[in-house]
């Protein structure tokens, strides 16, 4: 997922760039041509479908979804080399037919086969985002009204009116108000995992990295890595190896207990290290859960219930945070404050 909504959010900074450019030192050149526009829209459309398939998870047992979207692929890579085939110039007229209606056509087909994937897989109703899809339905809707008071007032921002344009304006505004709805959402809280600006200049660099298939060996020969590391660093010094063992063991062994129930699964775990932190990632194959659902181990009701105190104890030791779908854990260990974790018990 983190890869096709990097693709999406670069093709979006392309297409805005472009534009830009275009308008202020090239004229119009590009704008003016709409074979370039319809082009770059159907690469678009395909990083859409891509998105959609991986938004907040891909559903390998839901083939029905991949169907639809190489039918989409298919229309378009077909749609493109048919252009090619006519040349502007050499078919003025059927050229113009095939912009004017069947771009057309393929536009509004794969916008509501994107409706579609997302639809259906909200189907499946994912605890950990329930809420956050909520909030992303009220943004939808205040892009389009908003798209549409500009498309009412065209003289509010002269260039919505160029050929095409209303589509990277409507996409835009969407993109940003959903893009705000995610940071007040999960970035604003101590539960979730995010990067804050002090993250550029910490100078972190990365000093492990491994995955492997979800299972009790392959775990253990990690937490065998992990130790080496942890000597190797002299982490010793920073934290006694008994808050390590809980660290390690906490980590991996929830990892292959809610995101390693199919062979196919994997574990991946990212060790970071700048002069102030320790960062250990540790990212499953599940479908996550919602961190502000679990219960405190300390509750007159949960005293008889082993579960869930390992990770009780990663907090008042440690900073633990999770992605915004629960299935990647960040435990960042405070090198300055080695010396309070026995008084934070």
Same mark, same amino acid.
């Given at each position: ?104 056509? /393929? !536009?509004?087909?794969? @916008?509501?086969? #994107? =409706?579609? *994937? %997302? &639809? ?6 994912? +605890? ?8 992303? /339905? !009220?943004?939808?809707? @205040?892009?389009? #009204? =908003?798209? *549409? %008071? &500009? ?6 921002? +002269? ?17 940003? =108000? ?168």
């Amino acid at each position: 997922m983190k890869t096709s909504f990097s693709i999406l959010a670069g093709f979006f900074c392309i297409g805005n760039l472009t534009i830009l450019v275009d308008t202020l030192l090239l004229k119009n050149q590009i704008l003016n041509h709409p074979h370039i526009i319809s082009t770059y829209l159907v690469f678009f459309s395909f990083v859409l479908i891509f998105f959609g398939l991986h938004f907040p998870t891909f559903f390998r047992n839901f083939p029905k979804l991949l169907i639809v979207s190489s039918f989409v692929f298919g229309m378009g890579i077909m749609l493109l080399v048919v252009d090619l085939g006519l040349l502007n110039d050499v078919y003025p007229e059927a050229s113009l037919i095939l912009l004017k209606y069947y771009y057309n056509t /393929y !536009y509004v087909l794969t @916008f509501l086969i #994107f =409706s579609y *994937l %997302i &639809i259906a897989k909200l189907r499946f109703n994912f +605890p950990a985002i329930q809420t956050f899809m909520e909030y992303i /339905y !009220y943004a939808a809707f @205040f892009s389009c #009204f =908003s798209f *549409l %008071i &500009i498309c009412y007032f065209a003289s509010i921002i +002269p260039i919505s009116t160029l050929y095409f344009l209303h589509f990277f304006l409507f996409m835009d505004l969407l993109f940003l =108000s959903c893009f705000v709805v995610f940071l007040f959402h999960y970035s604003f809280t101590k539960d979730y995992l995010t990067h804050p600006f002090s993250f550029l200049f910490e100078r972190s660099k990365q000093i492990f990295e491994d995955k492997i298939p979800a299972n009790r060996s392959n775990s253990r020969i990690v937490k065998e890595k992990l130790w080496n590391l942890y000597e190797k660093q002299n982490w010793r010094n920073t934290m006694d190896s008994f808050w390590f063992q809980i660290l390690v063991d906490e980590t991996l062994d929830n990892a292959l207990e809610h995101g390693g129930k199919r062979e196919e699964d994997i574990i991946t775990v990212h060790v970071f290290e700048s002069p102030k932190y320790i960062d250990v990632y540790v990212i499953d194959s599940g479908k996550g859960f919602n961190p502000r659902s679990i219960p405190s181990p300390i509750e007159s009701d949960r005293k008889l219930i082993t579960g869930g105190r390992g990770i009780h104890i990663l907090k008042k030791l440690f900073l633990v945070r999770w992605n915004f779908l629960g299935n990647e854990v960040n435990i960042r260990v405070d090198k300055t404050k080695s010396s309070d974790w026995k008084t934070n018990l």
